[in-house]
């Protein structure tokens, strides 16, 4: 090719193909010209830290009545004062898009099932669920609750008007990266939206069902064996309203009992649920503080992620002055404190998803046996619209109960879940969450809190509380239906009307205790209350451990400070080690010597899952080898029959009482009768080849509790771990007060110390940082103050014409 003119051709040929190349999207791959564009890439999304210097600025925002002033303190929390409410949540939501817009949509395109329309058709099977699950369906019935009081009503279009201000003024170049890098744009907010929002968080925390399994267990074993291995009430338990707590209202009679479960149904493959991850709150009163007034603590455990799931603010106009963690997708402070009050919460786990077999006139499916009729089912039309512009149409039946997930001839997006059954879920209901925090943001007293927990419905959350008054309280709180006992541990008959829901439990009769003789109220997600409570709210809930292992602190603790409750909520001592460590070691009769090295350490221990120990993670591992080595074979696939283990609680109390038990024998073996002692022996054995061949190497350092769980704080985005903080060296784990395992962890922790006059401080710190932004200095910057569990003081400003040092930048929004 010496021909000048054809190597002209050729290279004029292979610039524009490139240039053709790097402007276009590829399947879900975006753009990758603009997006590396020194003018519109993600280069012009580096921001530069707060300097010591002061920063003054204005912005004009389309819809204010009046000027707002918002200042951020040193590590960019928002500090917003406005002169009515309407224009407060318009700067909360524009404030809070500034820095978390990608999130917030991000998650809401999940919650409304429209992935599809940002990576393609990977994420139709995972849109489908959520809108047959419906959660679409459930946040138009919630926008609806909502937007019936006023003052909601106000807050949540102010907000979405914000959020709106803000896409309004953004170019091309000013997107934040993640729209850069999936090459797409926001669209515009709506109160839709953060309906959205909070119907995500029930589904990340009561959306979890084990009726299926239970049932397959019942058709298998028998009412005996299901209600023995699967006991009501867990053998050691410390509850969260403490046993002996007086009732203070007459109980309503209970449903009669319909039958638990009906015919063959379709039963699928199936996950167990996660009931490790919890969350920890507590208040001590002022007998037992140093300070004589009560003081409070928070740490909710959730999937550790970057962007964080929380986001700081403290939001102030006539008659609100609060601060705390907001959720970035919808107004209000969720968790936090004012001059009067602090408040928290835990996940409650009721049972308050029950699924019904549903019994079809014929094969058109537009009739279903009910009450001894048959009745219309209902449609609703769906359609999911991938990135490529492909439309996907789906129908979803309803009947009286709800969706019908999926049909017997559909294979589910979750193994949890029946074919053929319909889905009954609180949180499809009319529902007001908005009200409850917006009156607990102004909440003065005891009685304020109580009246603002009465518009809550979902998800159930304990809500602890704490006064300046002195008095502290935690009510389990949420929308519990009024059932039968036990009803809905297995699947329900649909054509049964006894097995309906007929009502719901008054607020009022919902357990409470406020001031208790002991000095501290607690939740730790498990068991609400002790089985003398007259009323079902669930049969299982989270493992004991974490509130007993509170409680037990909490009640030797005197002269409480903010410290001690710092200490407590980064306590790694590994309670059920204590209970059944020796146990096990005292079964290795005959030990080899790699066993006998293990068990020197494992003898050695403290028993707190501190980072850098190495004794967790041969406990660990030996106790889950042995849990899977006793349980697999009966409760494990059965020709693709889920079905659940039972719970560490009644394995360790088969352990300890019933050491012969039939169930330790693996009827998988032939020819053979295997002990307890076996079990433990071959388990250990497994564990030590298991560490080794992880590491490479025989028992030493490398071995370390920090290595082995690995904890991840991830990007939202899968596999985008350039913008994650991947292998955090941070002790904990599933069942420990310091619940931080893998994926997750205490997402937000908060102490407050209570106080007259103004002399209360608060407390808290992020696994992450304020800005949603890669680029920015405060993306990450509050991760190493969360992984060596210290705090950071919270700036409470009484106005904004106080004066503090750590106020770095100050922005007026104008009209």
């Known amino acids: 090719m010496k021909d000048p003119r ?4 050729v290279s004029l040929v292979i610039t524009f193909a490139l240039c053709y190349a790097l402007s276009t999207n590829w399947g879900t791959a975006p753009a990758f010209g603009r997006f590396l564009s020194p003018f519109t890439g993600f280069w012009v999304n580096a921001e530069k830290p707060l300097t010591d210097k002061a920063v003054q600025g204005s912005l004009k925002i389309e819809g204010l009545t009046d000027e707002v002033t918002v200042e951020y303190d040193e590590l960019g929390i928002p500090h917003i ?6 224009d407060l949540y318009l ?64 807050a949540i279009e102010a907000y979405a008007a914000g959020v709106n201000a803000y896409i309004n003024q953004l170019k091309a170049r000013t997107l934040p990266v993640e729209y850069k890098l999936l090459g797409y744009s926001p669209e515009l907010w709506t109160p839709l939206k953060s309906a959205l929002f909070l119907k995500n968080m029930s589904f990340v925390l009561a959306s979890g069902t ?98 964080s799931i929380w986001y700081q603010m403290q939001l102030v106009a006539p008659n609100v002055n609060v601060y705390g963690a907001t959720m970035p997708g919808t107004p209000n402070v969720i968790g936090g404190f004012n001059r009067d009050i602090a408040w928290g919460v835990t996940n409650v786990g009721a049972d308050i998803v029950d699924w019904y077999e549903v019994k079809f006139k014929d094969a058109k499916m537009e009739e279903y046996w009910h009450d001894g009729q048959w009745k219309k089912i209902t449609r609703r039309f769906e359609q999911y619209i991938m990135k490529n ?69 979902a998800p159930a959350q304990n809500f ?41 439990i008054p607020h009022a009769h919902n357990p409470h205790v406020k001031n208790p003789a002991r000095g501290f109220v607690s939740s730790a997600n498990q068991s609400s209350t002790d089985p003398s409570y007259p009323y079902y709210i669930n049969w299982e809930f989270a493992p004991s451990e974490r509130g007993r292992r509170i409680n037990q602190r909490l009640e030797s603790m005197t002269n409480i400070t903010v410290d001690s409750l710092r200490d407590l909520q980064n306590d790694n001592y590994n309670l059920k080690a204590n209970g059944m460590l020796d146990k096990l070691i005292s079964l290795v009769k005959t030990p080899t010597a790699k066993q006998a090295k293990a068990i020197k350490v494992l003898q050695t221990w403290n028993k707190k899952n501190d980072p850098e120990e190495i004794a967790p993670s041969i406990f660990e591992t030996w106790s889950n080898l042995l849990y899977e080595s006793i349980w697999e074979d009966e409760f494990g696939y059965d020709g693709n029959i889920p079905m659940m283990y039972p719970s560490w609680d009644k394995t360790a109390q088969l352990i300890n009482q019933t050491p012969t038990v039939k169930w330790f024998d693996n009827v998988k073996t032939k020819n053979k009768v295997e002990t307890l002692e076996d079990l433990a022996s ?134």
């Open 6 to 9: 054809v190597k002209a051709i």
């Open 81 to 86: 004062f406005a002169n009515n409410d309407h």
């Open 91 to 154: 700067a909360q939501g524009y404030v809070t898009a500034k820095d978390r817009l990608w999130q917030m949509e991000f998650q809401t395109h999940y919650a409304a099932g429209r992935l599809t329309e940002i990576v393609g058709e990977k994420a139709l099977e995972s849109d489908k669920y959520n809108r047959r699950m419906g959660s679409v369906y459930g946040a138009e019935k919630s926008l609806a609750g909502m937007l019936e009081d006023p003052q909601a009503k106000v």
């Open 210 to 307: 084990d009726d299926l399994r239970m049932t397959n267990i019942l058709r298998k074993y028998g009412r005996e064996v299901a209600e023995e291995l699967f006991p009501n009430y867990p053998f050691e338990e410390s509850p969260i309203i403490p046993t002996g707590t007086p009732i203070d209202f007459t109980p309503l009679p209970l449903p009669k009992a319909p039958a638990d479960f009906v015919g063959i149904g379709s039963m699928k493959a199936s996950t167990e649920r996660d009931k490790g991850i919890g969350s920890n709150n507590w208040a001590v009163s002022g007998s037992k503080s140093a300070s004589g007034l009560p003081l409070l603590a928070n740490d909710p455990h959730l999937t550790l992620s970057l962007p």
């Open 389 to 457: 512009g492909d439309v996907v149409k789906d129908t979803v039946l309803f009947t009286h109960h709800g969706p019908i997930v999926y049909l017997d001839n559909e294979k589910p997006f979750k193994k949890n879940i029946p074919t053929g059954h319909a889905l009954r879920w609180v949180a499809h209901d009319k529902s007001q969450e908005l009200t409850t925090f917006y009156r607990l943001n102004r909440a003065k007293n005891y009685d304020d809190y109580v009246k603002a927990l009465s518009f809550y419905s």
């Open 464 to 504: 602890v509380f704490a006064s300046n008054q002195g008095d502290i309280a935690l009510w389990v709180n949420g929308k519990f239906p009024l059932k039968a006992k036990l009803q809905g541990k297995y699947i329900l008959d649909g054509s049964d009307k006894a097995a309906d829901w007929q009502s719901f």
């Open 682 to 815: 071959t388990s250990l054995t497994a564990t030590m080849d298991s560490l080794t061949k992880w590491q490479k190497a025989d028992m030493g350092d490398s071995w370390a509790w920090a290595n082995y769980k690995s904890t991840d704080i991830k990007h939202l985005i899968p596999g985008l771990n350039s913008f994650s903080k991947m292998d955090v060296k941070i002790g904990g784990g599933k069942g420990i007060v310091n619940a931080t395992t893998e994926r997750t962890g205490p997402s937000w922790r908060m102490i407050v110390q209570l106080g007259k006059n103004n002399t209360f401080k608060g407390y808290g710190v992020i696994p992450g940082g304020q800005s949603g932004n890669p680029g920015s200095p405060h993306y990450d910057d509050m991760i190493e103050t969360w992984r060596q569990g210290k705090l950071n003081e919270l700036l409470f400003l009484q106005s904004k014409d106080e004066k503090s040092a750590r106020i770095k930048k100050t922005i007026k929004l104008t009209k």
